[in-house]
């Protein structure tokens, strides 16, 4: 009986390391892979938080400088999202702005719409080869620049998840910004510096700020004091020149 009971254990306990040293699966996309520029490949390990994040990642000179999009979540870079109308008792896609979601990208973007604003619409829509569904989990993304890149650059990315209150973030922070409330924490910019000189080096991007909570603007506030569970959108991202 105890020999059964120590197996049963032992057998127990292995199965609980097995799970531990299981190997985060990324799913692998593509963008802009028609192109003849460099190629880039960002890697993001999801977080405890991650839940259904809106991204977009860009290239920027080495003093920041917007250059080109390599990748937006689809709904931001077409201005339709899935979900936004429920009049006929199931959700139903359609045309909406979200100036909140991913501002700082938008403004450095720097493209006007039809409606004056910075973000794409059905009408301006950002290029297809660089929009795409937003990822379930943990992803590797494959990305290739318009031109080639020679010397030193900014990978850019921005990331933002609704309905991720904290103490400080409240839903009744700011009553009279209804986009604030379709953002919560506000978005957050990470950036890695890259040279082409040094291809193999896999670099870790770092939180360097978070936009403005209504996007109302674009700009970056570096005080990360009062961020938390956005922090653990992503565990770590890193992005490597090919």
């Given at each position: 009986?105890?020999?059964?009971?120590?197996?049963?254990?032992?057998?127990?306990?292995t199965?609980?390391?097995?799970?531990?040293?299981?190997?985060?699966?990324?799913?692998?996309?593509?963008?802009?892979?028609?192109y003849?520029?460099?190629?880039?490949?960002?890697?993001?390990?999801?977080?405890?938080?991650?839940?259904?994040?809106?991204?977009a990642?860009?290239?920027?000179?080495?003093?920041?400088?917007?250059?080109?999009?390599?990748?937006?979540?689809?709904?931001?870079?077409?201005?339709?999202?899935?979900r936004?109308?429920?009049?006929?008792?199931?959700?139903?896609?359609?045309?909406?702005?979200?100036?909140?979601?991913?501002?700082?990208?938008?403004?450095?973007?720097?493209?006007?719409?039809?409606?004056?604003?910075?973000?794409?619409?059905?009408?301006?829509?950002?290029?297809?080869?660089?929009?795409?569904?937003?990822?379930?989990?943990?992803?590797?993304?494959?990305?290739?620049?318009?031109?080639?890149?020679?010397?030193?650059?900014?990978v850019?990315?921005?990331?933002?998840?609704?309905?991720?209150?904290?103490?400080?973030?409240?839903?009744?922070?700011?009553?009279?910004?209804?986009?604030?409330?379709?953002?919560?924490?506000?978005?957050?910019?990470?950036?890695?510096?890259?040279?082409?000189?040094?291809?193999s080096?896999?670099?870790?991007?770092?939180?360097?700020?978070?936009?403005?909570?209504?996007?109302?603007?674009?700009?970056?506030?570096?005080?990360?004091?009062?961020?938390?569970?956005?922090?653990?959108?992503?565990?770590?991202?890193?992005?490597?020149?090919?």
């Amino acid at each position: 009986m105890k020999t059964r009971l120590f197996i049963a254990v032992l057998l127990v306990m292995t199965l609980a390391v097995s799970a531990k040293k299981k190997k985060e699966i990324f799913a692998e996309s593509s963008f802009g892979v028609n192109y003849k520029g460099t190629s880039l490949t960002i890697r993001l390990e999801k977080g405890k938080e991650y839940n259904h994040p809106l991204f977009a990642i860009w290239l920027a000179d080495e003093n920041g400088k917007f250059i080109q999009t390599l990748y937006v979540s689809e709904s931001i870079g077409k201005g339709v999202f899935k979900r936004v109308s429920r009049k006929t008792g199931q959700w139903l896609a359609g045309e909406i702005q979200r100036p909140a979601a991913l501002p700082y990208w938008a403004h450095q973007r720097g493209i006007k719409n039809e409606f004056g604003t910075y973000l794409p619409t059905p009408k301006m829509p950002e290029v297809d080869a660089y929009t795409g569904a937003t990822p379930l989990a943990s992803f590797i993304l494959h990305t290739k620049t318009i031109t080639r890149l020679y010397g030193k650059y900014k990978v850019m990315l921005e990331l933002n998840q609704t309905w991720d209150w904290n103490e400080f973030w409240t839903n009744d922070m700011y009553p009279a910004e209804k986009e604030y409330k379709t953002s919560c924490q506000p978005a957050l910019v990470y950036e890695a510096n890259i040279d082409t000189n040094s291809p193999s080096a896999e670099i870790t991007m770092k939180p360097i700020g978070h936009s403005h909570y209504s996007g109302a603007d674009g700009s970056l506030n570096a005080d990360l004091s009062t961020i938390t569970t956005a922090l653990k959108i992503a565990k770590k991202i890193t992005v490597k020149i090919d």
